[in-house]
Each structure stands twice: as structure tokens, then as C-alpha cells.
């Protein structure tokens, strides 16, 4: 594994989890590239079987250096609303094991292999340039600054989804995707002679995050909230009313449709991405959808929802602290929620798209909220780098170094390794 504050000299290999314990998952299929046969791998009775015949473990190596891997199926976008079933072509070496009572499987391979598959599995190989060799810096310096570690108990260096960063393999690599990966072969982003745990999101929607509103950390100097766009001045959107007066006006952002066109935005998207309106969005629960919802995820059994009211907002305008009022078998309980994952988390069937956003009531003849719609802006925890802004800036000729001078502030570029 990759160790906290050690800076690497030379190419590391990596351990990626493809197959988690949590997936529950008791069957996989690999076929080498080299190879007409198809293995299949099954946990019965909690043994392992290749092709029937039992096994402690399992390890595949490549034949050739031109050989690979085809693995199916593979969970990608665990918990989201994207989430589904995909192949993937890895290289590198597998290893197979059961924890868990589950199918556990792992891709063991050097980094810049692994690396040259997180950019087109983030976003598509038709990116420009720019952008896929800031998204792959900027994912090496995540990786190898080895800061979260949210599988460490499992002895990996990353998963291969979006709690970590997406690695669907090989299937979406273009020469230019390839070309750029190489290019920027052991460069990382530094911060007083640390690799920099440099976060990123799909769309911050107009203003990115600082970090420590995200998550229970000490403030990082580089991951300060920005305002995504050639003025440099931040609105002020920690109120409720000025984050709803900012939501329709700022449109000039490096995010925004008049930058990058939504009709075209799909065609920039990761594979697993859905089209739709990254910028600004919004979606409506009726009282009966939102009382089902509410309850389930806090297993609280409500019987009306009053009021859903944000009391702290982050400087990008994402809610870090809301209050959910409710009846509760006739007397009113008011819950607490006091992270922006959580709010996301509780506040949609799957994951609410960003916690940046006001709220609307529809009320009946009666007065009571018979409909909740919620207007948003951005995709994801919005801290870092916004993939769809740092587009935008590509695509306006921004060069690599200026697009990641601007997400991440008093950084530079170094080269730890040929």
C-alpha cells in the first residue's frame, strides 16, 4: 500500500479494488485476451470455485505484455442514482479471494497503467488535451498523497468508484487520452514539499467548496472555495436568500451551458454519466413520496413533513447543516442533519445531486405542504476540481497548468519520477 506523506521516487504499484466484500457479490466472469476460454468464479457454501473446482484464492497474471483482462460484472457508481453493472478490460494481475462470505477482487498494477484509465473513466476520451492531463494529475496526486485511505482495513490504495475515483479500465482509452497520461507521467501537484490530496466533482456550479465544509478535516490551503470563472471575486451565498437570488444570475462560469452547451456536454461525460443539467437543476416530491422517503432513511416513521430549513451554508452555497421538522405519531420531532453527504444522503432516493439548493413550497387549500421542490446547482461535494468547469476551460484554451492553478491556489507542478 501507498503510505501517508511518502513520496514516491520511482512508479509504485497500486491495489485496486474491483470486487468489495460490501458488494456482496458471489460470482465473477475473467477471460484473458490471449485466451478463446472464458473462467468463471463462483463463492458457494463459502468456497471459492474457478471453473467448479475449489480453491483458497485465485491469482491471474498476464501472459504477454500486450494481454489483458475482461471482467463482468463490475458495480459502478455504488449507492448513486447512475448506479449499474458494467465489463471492464483491466491489465496488470488479479487477485481473487472471499471476505466476508462475498466474492473480493483486486487489480494489482503499476500506477501510470492504472492512471491512464482514471481520466477516461472520469470523463470521456474526446476531452481536449488539457483537460485530460489535468484529470490525470490531478488523480495521481490523490493517489499518491494516500490521504483518505477509505479502504486501508482492506490493505487497498483505492476502490475502482466514485467514493474514491472511477477506473472502468480500458474500454474508453483514445490516443489522446494515452498521449496525455504520458506527457504528464510522474507530475504531481505540490504544496510545501507534500503531494496535495487534490479533490474533485463533477460540476461545483459556479462556486467550489473549501474542504473542511465537506468533510471533518483541518482546512487545506489549496482546496479553497473559488469562484469558477475568469473574476476572481466570491459571492457572498452563505444566506438562504442570496444563494437563491445568485442561483439564476451567475450563468458566466467555466461550468455553466454558456460555456460548455448541454447539448454537447454528453459527449465529454464518463461512460456511466447520465446527460442532463449538471449546471442547475431540480427536482419535486409529493408530501406522501417525501414522508416514505425521510422516514426510511432516518427510521423515523413520520406522519407529515412541516418544514425542510437550512441553517448553515457553505461559501459555495452547499447546506452543511439542515432542519427537518415533521410530526412523529402526533408530536412534532425535528431532526438534525449536519453534513452535506448526509443531506444528499437522506434527502433523495438514491443521492440528492448536490446539497447547493433552496426549496419551494407547494401548499394545498388547507395549508398544508402538499408538494417539496428542491433548485440546485452543481454535481457532487463541489470541493477541488470541477471536471465540467476545468472542460470549459480546455475548451477555451486554457493550458493544463492554468486550469489547475485555478482550482487548486498556492500550488505547483513537480516531477517526482520518469
Known amino acids: 500500500m501507498l503510505i501517508k506523506g511518502q513520496i514516491p521516487t520511482k512508479e509504485p504499484n497500486v491495489s485496486i479494488g474491483l470486487v468489495l466484500p460490501e458488494d456482496q457479490q458471489k460470482s465473477v466472469t475473467i477471460k484473458s485476451s490471449d485466451s478463446k476460454s472464458e473462467h468463471q468464479i463462483l463463492v458457494q457454501n463459502d468456497t471459492l470455485l474457478l471453473d467448479g473446482n475449489p480453491l483458497p484464492r485465485i491469482h491471474f497474471n498476464r501472459s504477454t505484455s500486450d494481454s489483458y483482462f475482461t471482467i463482468h460484472p463490475i458495480r459502478a457508481g455504488r449507492g448513486f442514482h447512475w448506479e449499474k453493472h458494467i ?111 487534490t479533490r474533485y466533482s463533477k460540476s461545483c456550479g459556479g462556486v467550489s467548496e473549501s474542504n473542511e465544509s465537506v468533510w471533518e478535516e483541518s482546512a487545506k490551503p489549496y482546496l479553497r472555495a473559488i469562484h469558477d470563472s475568469p473574476n476572481s471575486t466570491l459571492p457572498d451565498l452563505q444566506s438562504n436568500e442570496n444563494f437563491e437570488y445568485w442561483y439564476s444570475q451567475d450563468s458566466d462560469c467555466f461550468c455553466s451551458p454558456r460555456i460548455v452547451p448541454e447539448n454537447e456536454l454528453h459527449q465529454y461525460l464518463g461512460h456511466v454519466d447520465k446527460s442532463g443539467s449538471y449546471f442547475r437543476w431540480d427536482v419535486s416530491f409529493k408530501q406522501e413520496e417525501l414522508i416514505k422517503l425521510i422516514s426510511n432513511k432516518t427510521n423515523n416513521p413520520y406522519d407529515s ?57 407547494s401548499i394545498d387549500r388547507h ?39 485555478h482550482y487548486f491556489k498556492s500550488t505547483e507542478l513537480e516531477k517526482i519520477y520518469d
Not at 494481475?93 to 491512464?116: C, H, R, T, W
Not at 495521481?140 to 485511505?149: G, V
Open 87 to 197: 465489463s471492464i478490460q483491466v491489465l496488470g494481475s488479479i487477485n481473487i479471494s472471499i471476505k466476508d462470505g462475498a466474492l473480493f477482487v483486486i487489480n494489482q498494477i503499476p500506477v501510470e497503467q492504472y492512471l491512464m484509465c482514471v481520466a477516461t473513466s472520469e470523463m470521456s476520451g474526446d476531452c481536449p488535451p488539457a483537460l485530460l492531463e489535468s484529470q490525470t494529475i490531478a488523480a495521481r496526486s490523490w493517489l499518491l498523497a494516500a490521504d483518505e485511505q477509505k479502504h486501508a482495513h482492506l490493505e487497498l490504495d483505492a476502490c475502482n468508484d466514485d467514493c474514491c475515483q472511477r477506473y472502468q479500465g480500458m474500454g474508453n482509452l483514445t490516443e489522446t487520452a494515452k498521449k496525455a497520461s504520458l506527457s504528464t507521467r510522474g507530475k504531481v501537484i505540490m504544496h510545501h514539499e507534500a503531494i496535495c490530496d
Open 367 to 405: 395549508s398544508n405542504i402538499e408538494e417539496i421542490s428542491f433548485y440546485g446547482a452543481g454535481w457532487g461535494h463541489g470541493a477541488g476540481l470541477c471536471q465540467i468547469g476545468a472542460l470549459g476551460m480546455a475548451l477555451n484554451h486554457y493550458s493544463t497548468e492554468e486550469i489547475l492553478n
Open 305 to 361: 413533513i412541516q418544514s425542510i430549513k437550512p441553517l448553515k451554508r457553505g461559501l459555495s452555497g452547499r447546506i452543511i447543516q439542515l432542519e427537518i421538522k415533521g410530526q412523529l405519531k402526533g408530536i412534532e420531532s425535528i431532526i438534525i442533519l449536519d453534513s452535506e453527504y448526509e443531506i444528499r444522503r437522506v434527502l433523495h432516493p438514491n443521492f440528492m445531486f448536490s446539497s447547493a439548493f433552496f426549496i419551494k413550497y
